[in-house]
C-alpha cells in the first residue's frame, strides 16, 4: 500500500511562468507534511539552472494569458489586453522581454516570491529535485549548469520514487 505522505511531480516545462506550479505545489505539500519530489526533464531542466531568472515568459501559443498592466491608474490595471492583441503581434522581437518585465512586475507587485527564492525555499525544506539524465545528456548540459543538491537520474529513478507515493502531478 503506498504511504498516503509522499507526492511526486513532474516539471517538464521550463519557461518563468511555467516554473511557478511545480515550486508552489511541493513548497505547499511540504508544509502540509508530504515528502516531496520534483522530477524535471526536458525543458524542465531550465528550473534547475543556476540563474533561471533568465527563463523568459512566452506569450506565443498562450491565448488564455491575461495580459493586465503591472502599473498605471486601476482603470488601466483592470483592462485584459490579452484577447485584444493579436497572436501574430507575440512573434515580434521584443514581446517576450515585455511580457516577462510584465509579469515579474505584477509577481513583485502582489508580493509573491520570486522564483529562486521558491526554488531555494523547496530546498530548505528538503524536497528532492531529480534532474532527468537522459535529457541532461540530450541537451548537452553540464552537471555544472546546474544548482547544487540536486540528484541525477532516469525514469527508473522517478518510478522508483512513484511507487512509494500516491500523489502524482504532471506539469
Not at 48 to 73: Q, R, S
Amino acid at each position: 500500500m503506498a504511504n498516503n505522505n509522499k507526492m511526486t511531480i513532474i516539471a517538464t516545462k521550463g519557461t518563468y511562468d511555467w516554473g511557478y506550479p511545480p515550486f508552489i505545489l511541493a513548497s505547499t505539500a511540504v508544509a502540509m507534511d508530504k515528502e516531496v519530489t520534483i522530477f524535471f526533464t526536458f525543458y524542465g531542466l531550465n528550473l534547475l539552472l543556476k540563474d533561471p531568472e533568465k527563463l523568459k515568459v512566452t506569450p506565443v501559443g498562450n491565448p488564455a494569458m491575461p495580459m493586465k498592466m503591472p502599473f498605471g491608474p486601476k482603470w488601466l490595471k483592470n483592462i485584459d489586453f490579452g484577447p485584444k492583441i493579436p497572436n501574430v503581434l507575440w512573434n515580434l522581437p521584443f514581446a517576450e522581454s515585455l511580457v516577462t518585465w510584465m509579469m515579474k512586475k505584477t509577481i513583485e507587485n502582489c508580493g509573491v516570491a520570486k522564483l529562486t527564492d521558491l526554488r531555494s525555499m523547496c530546498q530548505e525544506f528538503d524536497v528532492k529535485f531529480i534532474a532527468c539524465q537522459m535529457t541532461v545528456d540530450l541537451f548537452g548540459y553540464s552537471k555544472d549548469d546546474f544548482i547544487d543538491g540536486i540528484e541525477f537520474g532516469g525514469a527508473a529513478t522517478y518510478f522508483d520514487e512513484a511507487s512509494s507515493g500516491d500523489h502524482h502531478l504532471y506539469m
